[in-house]
């Protein structure tokens, strides 16, 4: 087990290094001149190429990642073009409200999907499983800017319960905290139990048609234990990678959501990043986006271990 979870961590580290150069690249993928793009069409050429000198873009780009990744490791992403901050700094402000709505919506969609399908596979081919499986089909064939423009027009728009746009931080209260990130955190949490339901019905319905289940009934175990104690133990291991996987999805799919109802997280920092070419703050969360997502999936690999003693012994 201690070398396969060796092997993983250099693994982590090979792919993180390999994304520090694609995020790296990202000033060149832009294309054109960052620092005629910053001084605008009425800069001269000698404005510019003093810029491009203090910028350090006329240096070797080995050179140059190399002193960006030295200062990636230390905490340091570099300083924004347009914000009188470091770049950590600002994704350190911005990163409360999509951290929140990403726990949050992970947290409606566990609480919605683990009961539903675990009732739809004991109920297989019943109304109840139909209504599931409908459920699942249309939440994962309706786009999540979609059902959050619905969730809007009614929560916020007709029923006026809750806000269609602001954020409030946790230290101005977790009522008003909750009460704003409320209907983003349900957009992305509905829509992420659609499958999760689905993975959960199909996970629990080939554990609970194998020979060990149905001496366990023979035995005269109750259902709810062996549904609860033998099923969704052995069904876990897909179940908590659609968890772990969606989790990195709910953080990505929150700078999206983060842009409809105008929270301002890194999706809505992203957006105006974008807009004004601020690149070091692209980098930066592109950088933390794909480091989040390659962590998860390191985790979700330890947590296959843990949980799954034939994953140790094959390891």
């Known amino acids: 087990m201690l070398r396969a979870l060796a092997t993983r961590v250099a693994g982590l580290f090979v792919v993180l290094f390999i994304v520090s150069i694609m995020v790296f690249l990202l000033l060149y993928l832009a294309g054109g001149d960052i620092a005629h793009v910053l001084l605008g069409d009425g800069a001269t050429a000698q404005q510019v190429q003093a810029l491009r000198e203090s910028m350090g873009l006329d240096r070797p780009i080995v050179t140059r990642y190399g002193e960006w990744i030295i200062g990636v490791l230390q905490g340091d992403l570099g300083d924004s073009l347009y914000r009188r901050a470091g770049v ?5 402000q911005r990163l409360e409200p999509t951290v929140s709505i990403a726990v949050l919506a992970q947290i409606i969609a566990i609480i919605i999907a683990i009961p539903l399908g675990i009732a739809s596979a004991r109920r297989v081919n019943s109304p109840l499983d139909g209504a599931v499986t409908t459920y699942t089909m249309i939440g994962m064939a309706t786009p999540g800017f979609v059902f959050a423009l619905l969730l809007a027009m009614l929560f916020a728009l007709k029923l006026r319960i809750l806000p269609i746009a602001g954020y409030v931080p946790i230290s101005g209260g977790l009522g008003e905290w909750l009460h704003y990130i409320l209907l983003p955190s349900l957009s992305l949490g509905i829509i992420h139990s659609a499958f999760l339901t689905r993975m959960t019905r199909s ?16 035995k005269g175990a109750s259902m709810m234990r062996v549904v609860y104690g033998h099923a969704l133990k052995n069904a876990a291991i897909p179940i908590i990678t659609v968890i772990g996987m969606g989790f990195a999805g709910l953080v990505t799919g929150a700078l999206v959501t983060e842009t409809i109802f105008n929270v301002p997280g890194l999706g809505k920092l992203m957006v105006e990043s974008i807009d004004r070419r601020d690149i070091p703050v692209i980098q930066g969360v592109v950088l933390l986006v794909t480091a989040t997502f390659i962590l998860i999936n390191f985790l979700v690999d330890v947590l296959y271990m843990v949980i799954d003693p034939r994953v140790r012994q094959s390891a």
Do not use: K, P
């Open 88 to 92: 950590s700094e600002v994704i350190f």
């Open 203 to 218: 996970s629990m319905l080939d554990v609970l048609s194998q020979d060990f289940i149905r001496t366990a009934l023979a």
